[in-house]
């Protein structure tokens, strides 16, 4: 059993930042796929970077060169480093994981959909005004 939980998230102004956590707790996979959604009211969740356990990063191209996902493997948490935020940034962000064999595609599917993370946190809501 995996659990997330997500800290970080606030008000901010256009341009600022701000640096999501993830903190994990359960089971430890040696195969998983770490990721950060996130959800704006009336739209869809969307897949905005993800993390392998090889490494491998991804971005959403509306964040590339703003947002930064990274890892520290012994504390089990992991980091969404937002700058140069913009107002169509605000949005629920969603932690998900996803583990054993089946983490291999969800870090390698061209799409990110959420169906293909099965562990998720409850959210942490971020503001850009």
């Known amino acids: 059993h995996v659990q997330l939980v997500e800290s970080g998230g606030g008000s901010v102004q256009a341009g600022g930042s701000l640096r999501l956590s993830c903190a994990l707790s359960?089971?430890?996979?040696?195969?998983?796929?770490m990721a950060w959604f996130r959800q704006s009211p009336g739209k869809e969740r969307e897949g905005v970077a993800r993390i392998g356990d090889d490494g491998t990063i991804s971005y959403a191209d509306s964040v590339k060169g703003r947002f930064t996902i990274s890892q520290d493997t012994v504390k089990r948490i992991l980091y969404l480093q937002m700058d140069n935020l913009k107002p169509e940034d605000s949005a629920m962000y969603y932690c998900?994981?996803?583990?054993?064999?089946?983490?291999?595609?969800?870090?390698?599917?061209?799409?990110?959909?959420?169906?293909?993370?099965?562990?998720w946190g409850q959210g942490t809501q971020v503001t850009v005004s």
């Open positions: 998900a994981g996803e583990a054993g064999p089946t983490a291999f595609w969800s870090c390698s599917n061209t799409l990110m959909p959420q169906t293909d993370f099965d562990h």
């Open positions: 359960g089971t430890a996979y040696r195969q998983y796929c």
